[in-house]
Every structure is written in C-alpha cells, then in structure tokens.
C-alpha cells in the first residue's frame, strides 16, 4: 500500500480527517522548506502539498501567486523542490508529500525523468493543475509506472461523465475544488458542498479532499463532516507572508494545531 493509501486507511480506523496543508517550496526563502514540512507534520498534517513555484500560476490567487515570486526570486527550480523532499526524508519516511504545480517545469525536465526522480526522492503523488486527464494518458502513466499517485481536481461545474473519466484514472485521493475561481478567491457554500460531494461518491472510490476557500477552524471543521481531507493553502501562505521570518515556524504550527483540532472535534 502506498503511503497515502495507508495514511487514509488509518485515518479512517481513528474516525480522524486528513489535514492537508499547502506551502509553495521555497517561500520566503528555500531554507526555510523543510524545516516549515515538518513543524506542519508535528503540529498535526497528515499530508504535504508542496506547491512548485511557476511564473505563471494561473489557478492561484494573489496570495500564492506572491508565493512562487518569492520562491522565484531565489531561483528554486523543480530540481530544488525535488531536493527538498529527499532531504526531508532523511527524517521523516511516512508523511505523503504530493507536489503540487503545472506542467511546464516537467515538460522541461521530461515526464519520465521527473516521475523518476520522484521516485527516487520519495514523492508520493503529483497534482499537475493546466494538465487535464483527457490530454495526459502518456505523461501520466510515466508516474504509475514508479508508484507516483496522479492527482486530479474536480470542480463544481464537472460534469458526470468527467468525473467518471476521472475516477478512472486517479490515485490516491481527488481534490474538489469547493468553489469557482482562483486559490482564495471567495467564501465557501457550505450547502453546496454538502450536497455535491455524495454525489462525487457514486463515481469516485478514493478519498475526497475539499480544498480553496478554507479560512479558519470553523469552516474546517464544517468542510472535514462531509469529505476525508481538508486542504489548506492560501491561509497557511498568508500566514507565512505576514509573520516575521523568525515567528513563520511558529506561526504556521499554531494555525495547524487549530486546524487539527477543529477538525477532531466533528
């Protein structure tokens, strides 16, 4: 079993909810990455998404768009990032690590080599945001074939027949974006949520993360009653951007331990 087949296994025997953060890796500054990964682990995550800086982010808000530029400003590349995970796994070899990007920077490095490299560093699933499955069977299977768990997203406006498409082809877990528009872009419809996610599971087997929109403990812990992961992302970024560079450790450890605790209280 993969480990974040096994991390939803037994999350379910516990009755606990995946907490799935989202850092961009290298802001505010690369060396800053691994140490932030596992302050996130032991205040409570459950898995990473570590987001692959990109210039042209085009599913992301200002928040994590400032993010990559950041990252960027310190020349971290894909190969840094792949870096980042090896080192982080001297320490730690069970938290999943799902990379979180767009397709250029693999384009660039070659789908094969890069789901190599995944493998040999110890990433566990790729999210590739401009990459729908119906253009990527070539890319994708370069990814099975090292045990790399391809990742989709589905939205509210995804049809039937996408989603059956998708549950075909994705592993791991799926993430369903809870609202229209960009990363932080508006506030969350509890209501639609729960309504749309049972009907992700007449098609979709693996476990439901929800993501985007995901500011505080309350709508986490509201979001984590009807789906298997919470993700968050742009709040963790601000979070980071407005902190002091000594404080962003601490900082994002405290929001995680509220995060964790909201959502263990459903």
């Known amino acids: 079993m993969t480990r974040i087949a096994t991390t939803f296994t037994t999350l379910q025997t516990q009755r606990k909810k995946a907490l799935i953060p989202f850092i961009t890796a290298g802001d505010p500054h690369p060396q800053i990455t691994v140490g932030l990964m596992h302050a996130l682990v032991e205040a409570g995550a459950n898995i990473l998404e570590l987001g692959v800086p990109f210039s042209d982010p085009m599913a992301d808000?200002?928040?994590?768009?400032?993010?990559?530029?950041?990252?960027?400003?310190?020349?971290?590349?894909?190969?840094?990032?792949?870096?980042?995970?090896?080192?982080?796994?001297?320490?730690?070899?069970?938290?999943?690590?799902?990379?979180?990007?767009?397709?250029?920077?693999?384009?660039?490095?070659?789908?094969?080599?890069?789901?190599?490299?995944?493998?040999?560093?110890?990433?566990?699933?790729?999210?590739?945001?401009?990459?729908?499955?119906?253009?990527?069977?070539?890319?994708?299977?370069?990814?099975?074939?090292?045990?790399?768990?391809?990742?989709?997203?589905?939205?509210?406006?995804?049809?039937?027949?996408?989603?059956?498409?998708?549950?075909?082809?994705a592993r791991g877990y799926v993430y369903y974006v809870s609202l229209k528009g960009v990363t932080g872009s508006a506030s969350l419809d509890l209501?639609?949520?729960?309504?749309?996610?049972?009907?992700?599971?007449?098609?979709?087997?693996?476990?439901?993360?929800?993501?985007?929109?995901?500011?505080?403990?309350?709508?986490?812990?509201?979001?984590?009653?009807?789906?298997?992961?919470?993700v968050v992302g742009s709040r963790i970024v601000q979070e980071i951007e407005n902190s002091k560079e000594k404080n962003i450790i601490a900082n994002v450890a405290q929001l995680i331990r509220e995060l964790r605790l909201a959502i263990d209280h459903i």
């Open 61 to 169: 808000g200002p928040t994590i768009q400032r993010a990559s530029e950041r990252a960027l400003k310190h020349g971290v590349t894909l190969n840094d990032v792949l870096d980042m995970v090896a080192q982080f796994r001297l320490k730690d070899d069970n938290t999943p690590v799902v990379l979180m990007g767009y397709g250029n920077p693999i384009e660039a490095m070659g789908w094969e080599r890069f789901a190599m490299r995944c493998a040999e560093v110890g990433v566990d699933g790729v999210l590739t945001v401009d990459f729908p499955p119906e253009e990527s069977h070539e890319a994708f299977s370069h990814l099975l074939k090292h045990g790399i768990d391809p990742i989709f997203l589905l939205a509210p406006t995804t049809s039937d027949k996408r989603i059956k498409q998708i549950a075909k082809l």
């Open 191 to 230: 209501t639609d949520i729960a309504q749309k996610i049972p009907q992700l599971r007449k098609h979709v087997k693996l476990p439901i993360g929800v993501g985007f929109g995901i500011r505080d403990a309350f709508t986490a812990r509201s979001v984590a009653q009807h789906c298997d992961g919470v």
